[in-house]
């Protein structure tokens, strides 16, 4: 396994937050930090898929995972960055997700030996079939189908994490290794723009895409 890195101690937690990014949506960072402060008293750990100025993430974050080196690109990533969390129970949650409202209860949510993620509403309005969107992923140590999701990312032809663990499991398979979450913990840019499903009770609302990252733009233009 990859070395965690820390910036003060190399101690574990029972709970702890986890995100990351590479040079290319660290621009994102200073507003994803800014909401996850205002709702989240967890500590929060912070996979360095390859920064620019980690010097800035540094001094508002417990610890730092160096996955700079590793095979995988981009957010195949990911599941890495959740095999080495130095948390007994761990909850990633992407750069573009606006935390707006208390998430530290969601951790009373998560069950053992399952990926505990939301299901994404849009995917199954347009296509008719059931993805949980990656955007955000709960564990409990450290469960089977986290070894084998990274497993499948190492060598995967798929777009994204997302798309490699859908095309891995079937409705049987989904059914005991995923754990479904409410909704309200990854509301997803498409029910707001397009679906008529405002996130009045959202306690993370998940900017998809590139019309996602153009609204966080304009978010951090007006702060």
């Not at 986890?18 to 960072?29: Q, S």
């Not at 299901?119 to 969107?133: I, Y």
């Not at 798929?158 to 754990?179: F, K, R, S």
């Amino acid at each position: 396994m990859q070395s965690i890195s820390t910036m003060t101690n190399t101690k574990s937690y029972d709970e702890a937050f986890l995100t990351g990014c590479d040079a290319t949506t660290e621009w994102m960072m200073p507003w994803f930090l800014d909401n996850y402060q205002r709702h989240a008293t967890k500590p929060l750990v912070f996979a360095n898929f390859g920064v620019n100025n980690l010097d800035l993430i540094k001094p508002h974050v417990h610890a730092i995972i160096d996955l700079t080196q590793v095979k995988e690109e981009g957010w195949f990533k990911k599941p890495k960055a959740l095999r080495h969390s130095p948390s007994k129970k761990t909850i990633w949650l992407d750069t573009d997700c606006q935390v707006t409202g208390k998430i530290d209860t969601l951790f009373d949510l998560l069950v053992p030996n399952k990926l505990n993620m939301v299901e994404d509403l849009p995917w199954k309005l347009r296509r008719g079939g059931v993805q949980f969107n990656s955007g955000v992923v709960g564990i409990i140590d450290k469960p089977l189908i986290l070894g084998m999701w990274q497993d499948w990312c190492t060598n995967s032809e798929q777009v994204g994490d997302q798309e490699t663990l859908t095309a891995n499991l079937n409705p049987i398979t989904q059914l005991t290794y995923i754990n479904n979450l409410p909704n309200e913990y990854n509301h997803l840019r498409l029910q707001i723009e397009n679906d008529n499903q405002p996130a009045t009770n959202a306690r993370i609302i998940h900017w998809t895409g590139a019309k996602g990252k153009e609204r966080i733009k304009g978010m951090m233009a007006h702060a």
